[in-house]
Antibody, heavy 126, light 108 residues
């Protein structure tokens, strides 16, 4: 059974890069039956989809973050990573790693998250 | 950018039916999904592909979709159903996903 665990610094300075890792257990991240994603939630606010990755090669990003966001996979460590550049206080949030099944491979129309990590709080402050 | 619109709050008494709507232009052609999030916890999927219920989700949770509006219905809402509920779907390109703004359900 898949399990997801987010990790990374809880405090990042403005203008620096926010880096988080999602360690996956119970299955390989390059399994073609699954995809992986990142979602965040600012304190007291709603969920925001950030991006997805499939087979460690196909990536999909929220348009407004595309210039600052990179999602990648490390099959040797079985981890999915998120890097967000030039952060500001507006990037402070709980960041969730999540996964879903890809019943038709990279046909993303039927993708949805059915497993979530517990989330990790990141605060952007000097 | 694509948006899904939900009412900020819905309130019902225990045993009543709660209905939470989600409006989006692509919903006639795209599935809606619903997540329940209780305070301090990760979201949990309660409805997928408009109306299908994952195993372990009580039968009182149901979903429907008509035109540009998807609806989550909780029949006989219970106090334990108090939570924030989010709809989720993709735009017409299938490359960008979005959550609705969330609806706070109060059962008291």
């Amino acid at each position: 059974q898949l399990q997801l665990q987010e990790s990374g610094p809880g405090l990042v300075k403005p203008s620096e890069t926010l880096s988080l890792t999602c360690t996956v257990s119970g299955g390989p991240i390059d399994d073609s039956h699954y995809y992986w994603g990142w979602i965040r939630q600012p304190p007291g606010k709603g969920l925001e989809w950030l991006g997805n990755i499939y087979e460690s090669r196909s990536t999909y990003y929220k348009s407004s973050l595309k210039s600052r966001l990179t999602i990648s996979g490390d099959t040797s460590k079985n981890q999915v990573s998120l890097k967000l550049n030039s952060v500001t206080a507006a990037d402070s949030a709980v960041y969730f790693c999540a996964s879903g099944q890809a019943p038709y491979g990279d046909n993303s129309e039927f993708w949805y998250f059915d497993l979530w990590g517990r989330g990790t709080l990141v605060t952007v402050s000097s | 950018s694509y948006e899904l619109t939900q009412p900020p709050s819905v309130s019902v008494s225990p045993g009543q039916t709660a209905r939470i709507t989600c409006s989006g232009d692509a919903l006639p052609k795209k599935y809606a999904y619903w997540y329940q999030q209780k305070s301090g916890q990760a979201p949990v999927l309660v409805i997928y592909e408009d109306r299908r219920r994952p195993s372990g989700i009580p039968e009182r949770f149901s979903g429907s979709s008509s035109g540009t509006v998807a609806t989550l219905t909780i029949s006989g809402a219970q106090v334990e159903d108090e939570a924030d509920y989010y709809c989720y779907s993709t735009d017409s390109s299938d490359n960008h996903w979005v959550f609705g703004g969330g609806t706070k359900l109060t059962v008291l």
